[in-house]
């Protein structure tokens, strides 16, 4: 899991690397247009993804559901 992040933050910071590097190849007034629409759209999807995401096993157990928090941390291993 901790792996997976790591790698999702690398991906994420090349992608940001090389937007920028393509709008500073850009002529134009479209640069600040061009962020606005990719931070607008990234938004979007974040806001999407909480509505598909179900609860962590670390958020039922703070919510003291114990029987609920351990089946899904055995369904987790499962996989």
Excluded at 30 to 43: F, K
Excluded at 46 to 53: Q, V
């Amino acid at each position: 899991m901790n792996i997976s992040f790591q790698m999702m933050i690398m991906i994420k910071i090349l992608v940001a690397n090389l937007v920028n590097d393509w709008k500073t190849k850009m002529k134009g007034d479209n640069r600040g247009r061009i962020s606005l629409g990719l931070a607008a759209v990234l938004a979007l999807m974040k806001t999407a993804r909480l509505f598909f995401l179900l609860d962590t096993p670390n958020s039922i157990l703070e919510f003291d559901d114990m029987v609920t928090g351990i089946n899904v941390v055995m369904l987790a291993d499962i996989n």
